[in-house]
């Protein structure tokens, strides 16, 4: 009777370790996301308009492949300066899930990650004028000019399930210029999908939400 | 090593709670610039290049500060007088034209009433005028970007460029040697 009865717990141990196996297949989706941090960038700095999308995809376990896109404008007119720039960009890059999956309807993450990003804009200042006490003020305009920017990214940040199927999460970007417009009549006040033009290596976060569909 | 069933649902909730504490977390790190993001706006309209007198002293690692007892600086071309035989000057600050692509100062050193006129250098400036945004409340500035320096040889031995890009920063941008004679100055 005992031998019989611990044969039956070992048939139920494998079934369970059976059943743990089957839980951590990868099942394919499309992850879409949209950036909600603009919305509030929008109300302390309403001059500055910018748009993301992101789509990303779990294509090897734990390792999610990132394509994130977006525009930018820039717009504001004021007594002593007039100022617009519109503009795009895109970045690509991996991610990596650092949390341990301990079954399949979990798909909370915590990411590390590097991304590649582009940018292109044009801007403008139709006129500007600056005052200078001791050899007198300084008017102009600056015609409509193109700029580019390239970057590399470190990213970090959550994403966390709180429905079916819907994810909230933040991420950090550290940013690392690798190349941009050289020698420009005019710096750049806002860089699409990059940050202010006056910070050489920006630091940003960016909340968003996203929705999963299965494939 | 078998899994223990029973801590997931534990483990699952823990992981739940951290991440939604983290999400909270990151959300309040989303209103931290806007906190940040006061721009002061004094006096940022004129971006002036920032001189400093020195002198070599052979057992200093680094050139040693120098204060003139008195100087007077004057823009070329204009009545107005930066610095009125200010005391004790060591440091100047002088305001680029940004109209031209180039300043030129003169730099009156202390004198008897007789000959004061005749103790000066004149320093011309060359340089790139770049309009910057620096930020909507504060609107457009004048940086410029440094090509060249001349100067007359009165009292200035030699001069050393350490920054060519004049922003709005505190750098020092220019090191002037003096002729230096102990004591005399």
Known sequence: MMVTYSVALSAQDENRTDTLKKDFEIKPFV?????????????YEPEVRQLEFSIDSELLRNWFFNLEAGMMQVSSEQETFSYSADGFFIRGGVDLNLLERLNAQQNDLVLI???????FLQHEAPYFFIENPYWG??????????????????????????FQNLFLGWMLRVKVPLYRTTDPAIEPYFISGFGHGKRSSPVTVHFSAYYRFGL | MERNLTNIPKKKYLVKTVLKLLLIAGFLLLLFPSCLNEEVCEDVSTVPVRIGFYFDDENEAQPVLLAFDSLKVQ???????????????????????????????????????????????????????????????????????????????????????????????????????????????
């Open chain 1, 31 to 43: 992850r879409l996301g949209f950036d909600v941090s603009a919305i509030g960038r929008s109300i």
């Open chain 1, 137 to 162: 003020s300084h008017s102009g305009s600056i015609e409509k000019t193109p700029y580019h920017n390239h970057w590399m990214e470190l990213t970090g940040g959550v994403k966390t399930e709180v």
């Open chain 2, 75 to 185: 823009g070329l071309g204009n009545d107005s007088i930066i610095y009125d035989y200010r005391y004790n000057v060591s440091r100047i600050e002088l305001p680029l034209n940004s109209n031209a692509e180039s300043s030129v100062f003169l730099i009156y050193y202390p004198a008897s009433p007789e000959i004061a006129h005749l103790v000066v250098d004149t320093l011309r400036f060359y340089y790139d005028v770049k309009p910057t945004l620096i930020s909507m409340e504060c609107g457009f500035v004048s940086f410029f970007e440094l090509k060249e320096v001349r100067f007359s040889r009165m009292l200035i031995d030699s001069i050393s460029i350490e920054e060519t890009s004049i922003i709005n920063n505190f750098d020092e941008h220019i090191k002037i040697f003096p002729f230096f004679d102990d004591g005399d100055i």
């Open chain 1, 113 to 119: 990650g590097l991304r590649y990003g582009y940018s």
